[in-house]
C-alpha cells in the first residue's frame, strides 16, 4: 500500500494535490465484538485500539499538514515498522496459525 500511495502522490504532485497514508491499526468498533474467536456477549480485548473520533481527529490534522504518511497507535506503529524492516518475518507471524 506504501508503494501505491508514493506513486499515487507522485503522479499527483503535478497537480496540487497531496496524498496522505492513513494506517488507523486498530480502531475501537462492533468488528472486534464479531470476531469468530470472541465469546458471545463478550467484548473482544484489543490492545492499544483506539476510538474512530481520536484516528479521524489524527488524520484529519495529518491531511491538513499535508504529511505523506500517518500511523496512528504503538502497536500499529510497531506492526508497520517492524513489516518495513523484515516482511518476510511478519508474514510468518501473521500467517501462524491461532492455537
Request: glycine residues 4%; proline residues 9%.
Amino acid at each position: 500500500i506504501r508503494d501505491r500511495s508514493d506513486s499515487l502522490r507522485s503522479e499527483l504532485a503535478p497537480q496540487g494535490i497531496q496524498v496522505t497514508l492513513v494506517s488507523p491499526s486498530t480502531t475501537r468498533s462492533e468488528f472486534f465484538d464479531v470476531l469468530i474467536d470472541t465469546e458471545r456477549d463478550r467484548p473482544s480485548k484489543n490492545f492499544g485500539s483506539w476510538p474512530p473520533q481520536r484516528v479521524a481527529d489524527v488524520a484529519f490534522r495529518a491531511i491538513r499538514a499535508r504529511r505523506s504518511e500517518v500511523i496512528c497507535s504503538f502497536p500499529g506503529k510497531a506492526l508497520v515498522y517492524a513489516d518495513r524492516i523484515c516482511p518476510p518475518l511478519m508474514n510468518a507471524i501473521l500467517a501462524k496459525p491461532k492455537q
